[in-house]
């Protein structure tokens, strides 16, 4: 019978191994095939584990994308994954969908879509455990006047500070009451205080909601919040106001209410430098705890933020482009502040843009979400159009202050110093000595644009990329914002060996050299990239300009960025007419919203505020509608002038770039792209998809390499995404596509 029963096992149809699909960080748009690691039970496998595997000579961090029981891959050569690294999915469903939705839109590989959306530390396969908080808490007995410290002061005062903090003290906290470690330990021997562990983000009990209460608002804004808070799962409203009209109070309000129903609320910011400002200004008005997330972050930080949002500890999170993959227990709203800003386009690797993937993301989680902006985006404004999004719009700024006045300064035949006339300097001395504040911005770091020779018209390039470089001051050195490449400034000219070399044009160094020689008994504070770098280095320089000494602030576009500078009484914009003539269609969408939002920055409250916009093309139409109409006025013109022309948002745009050492390689390539693109939209009656190119890029060498792009066009979403899923993939199989650095833009921005 033994014999009998082991002959039928034997004949038994063998269980298939399971085999895991895994998604890894790789440029290849695939997935990879893998057995099970040995240890690993079957009921242990989920979609959205990590898993490490062996991949070539190295090893790397997946997240399995789906389990299978057979593989394309013959059964000798498949490699075992070397080890789980979860119990259980790191991401939750709506999150998983986001990143498949968002690989599928971008035409970017699911691996390295979902990497980018996990913290670097969860990508080299760290535990996605939230780092615990040691606390020293004071045990049941122990009181100040306990006879086992009566002649130990530093022992006392520990246990006079900790009765002060019931829930326990941290050793950040301890450090700063001035307590030792020692005095502590020696408590805890007596049996007087206990170390407990805790998440950073943990509260220990329930607290009220609100620090301070909110404003009241006006009735623009109550229209505006009935609205908002009236809705019920997903919606999208686009917050068109004015600098200064509040909305950041609806913003606060409606995060209230999401509070209140014990939820989320996610916020993304354009720029780093906005961070302190607003973790304060959140901080201030709610009691619970709020998270950032952002670059300027350590590995660590980023993950025990990304961990306290996951596990619903963080009740506010706010950050940068990247936190739209933020993990949320509980999500209840979202918000896209300055929605229109550039930054929160991806312009490497993964090239998605955040806001988009906002309002995606809030469909999901059937979420409400608000996109706020002075300056709407013409995408939005024709999502307006179409339905898709509602307007709600704040006309009055806050406290009944007048707008800002602009004036347009011809400066033709005037003579310039340091980039300014003389009327425009002797406005600025009547600001500074009426008490006020001067902002002069300028849209070019360094001390010049370039360096040129008087003699002969030589002027300083950069030998990497048809580009010329920036003449910087401190230190001397000639600068590519490019490609990073720098060198010593020529002394004589190497092409007529002149030493004639003059600094050609006025950068924000130049430009605070000269208010320095112009103002000397006012400081004058340079805000640009240069001045940046260094960490706290725009917290500092906010804290001394809110202090509202008269001083003159000179800076690049990171001055429109949504400070508030309350003392700021003029603003005059210096090269106005450089984004006049742009080749790029965009171009003069984004110079109105650069004006706008500078100018954004004149006059709060009680000081009214005065724009002053140096020109040569005081008639230009962009100039007129801004200075004698609005925004408004303009964008309803420009987007006729679109729709007419078929530009974006009335078409679809995908843009194929190409780079090599050599051009013969990058055309060649782009050449046979062309070609292909064109036999798949024959053959599949793809007759709306339109090519135009190849042509150079607009800046054609960049760090030595020679890069040109060809641009794919539809009046159809549909038809565009079509040809792009039929021409990628047989793309990268291409003798051609091995030889040239590619990549795929969808929805391009930025045309270089």
Not at 516 to 538: E, G, N, W, Y
Not at 651 to 664: K, P, V
Request: glycine share 6%; with cysteine; charged share 20%.
């Amino acid at each position: 019978m033994l014999t009998s029963a082991l002959s039928q096992t034997r004949t038994l149809p063998a269980v298939p191994a399971p085999i895991l699909q895994v998604a890894l960080p790789s440029p290849l748009r695939q997935l990879f095939d893998y057995r099970a690691p040995a240890n690993a039970h079957p009921d242990e496998l989920q979609i959205g584990l990590r898993v490490r595997v062996p991949f070539g000579n190295r090893d790397l961090v997946g997240l399995i994308a789906a389990i299978t029981d057979h593989s394309s891959v013959p059964a000798n050569k498949l490699k075992r994954a070397s080890e789980l690294l979860d119990r259980s999915p790191l991401l939750p469903d709506s999150l998983w969908r986001l990143c498949a939705w968002t690989a599928n839109y971008y035409q970017h590989g699911l691996g390295d879509t979902l990497s980018s959306a996990l913290p670097v530390l969860l990508r080299r396969g760290e535990p996605a455990l939230a780092r615990q908080d040691m606390l020293w808490q004071l045990l049941p007995g122990a009181y100040p006047e306990h006879p086992a410290i009566i002649r130990a002061p530093k022992q006392k005062e520990a246990v006079q500070a900790l009765a002060r903090h019931p829930h326990g003290l941290s050793h950040a906290l301890i450090n700063q009451w001035g307590l030792t470690r020692d005095a502590l330990e020696a408590l805890e021997r007596k049996g007087l205080v206990q170390r407990i562990s805790q998440s950073p983000h943990h509260v220990s009990e329930p607290q009220p909601l609100l620090k301070e209460p909110p404003l009241q608002p006006n009735a623009e804004q109550q229209t505006a919040l009935d609205t908002i808070l009236a809705a019920d799962g997903f919606h999208a409203w686009l917050l068109e106001g004015v600098t200064g009209s509040g909305k950041t109070e609806i913003y606060l309000q409606a995060i209230e209410h999401c509070l209140q129903q014990q939820r989320q609320a996610l916020v993304l910011i354009p720029e780093i430098g906005l961070t302190p400002q607003t973790l304060e200004r959140f901080r201030r008005r709610f009691n619970v705890p709020v998270v950032i997330l952002h670059s300027g972050l350590n590995d660590r930080e980023r993950l025990d933020a990304w961990i306290a949002a996951r596990d619903g500890e963080a009740s506010i999170v706010i950050g940068t482009r990247s936190a739209i993959f933020t993990p949320l227990a509980r999500p209840g709203l979202i918000i896209v502040d300055e929605e229109h800003d550039l930054s929160y386009k991806q312009q490497d690797g993964l090239r998605y843009n955040a806001r988009d993937l906002a309002v995606y993301r809030a469909h999901l989680e059937q979420v409400g979400i608000i996109l706020g902006s002075a300056t709407p985006s013409f995408e939005s404004l024709h999502n307006v159009q179409r339905g898709r999004y509602q307007r709600l719009r704040l006309t009055q700024r806050a406290g009944n202050a007048s707008p800002p006045r602009f004036q347009c300064l011809d400066i033709r035949s005037r003579p310039l110093e340091g980039g300014m006339s003389r009327p425009l300097i002797q406005l600025m001395g009547e600001h500074l000595r009426q008490g006020n504040q001067v902002l002069v911005f300028i849209n070019r770091r360094g001390f010049a644009p370039t360096l040129m020779c008087h003699d002969c018209g030589w002027m300083a390039e950069c030998r990497r990329c048809d580009a010329r470089m920036t003449l910087h001051q401190s230190p001397a050195q000639l600068h590519c914002h490019h490609c990073g490449s720098q060198r010593s400034v020529d002394r004589s000219c190497p092409k007529c060996q002149s030493q004639d070399l003059r600094p050609l044009g006025a950068g924000t160094e130049r430009t605070e050299e000269h208010l320095l020689s112009c103002f000397p008994d006012f400081p004058v504070l340079r805000i640009d990239r240069d001045t940046m770098a260094r960490k706290q280095a725009m917290q500092s320089m906010l804290a001394r300009i809110q202090s509202g000494e008269p001083c003159l602030l000179v800076g690049t576009q990171m001055l429109a960025k949504g400070h508030h500078f309350p003392d700021v009484t003029l603003v005059a914009i210096l090269d106005a007419d450089g984004g006049l003539f742009s080749t790029d269609f965009r171009g003069p969408e984004r110079m109105a919203q650069q004006i706008i939002q500078v100018a954004g920055r004149a006059g709060r409250a009680d000081k009214p505020g005065q724009v002053m916009i140096q020109t040569h093309m005081a008639e230009h139409q962009l100039l007129l509608d801004l200075t004698e109409h609005d925004y408004s006025h303009f964008a309803e013109r420009e987007l006729a002038a679109r729709q007419a022309a078929q530009l974006p948002p009335y078409s679809f745009m995908a843009l194929l770039r190409a780079e090599s050492n050599a051009t013969a390689q990058t055309n060649q390539f782009l050449d046979a792209a062309s070609e292909l693109a064109e036999q798949l939209a024959a053959d599949n009656g793809l007759s709306g998809v339109e090519l135009l190119g190849p042509v150079p890029s607009p800046m054609e060498r960049r760090a030595g390499r020679h890069r040109a792009q060809l641009l794919v066009m539809s009046a159809q979403r549909s038809s565009l995404h079509q040809l792009l899923y039929l021409w990628l993939p047989t793309l990268e199989q291409h003798p051609l596509a091995r030889r040239v650095r590619w990549s795929i833009d969808v929805d391009p921005l930025d045309m270089f």
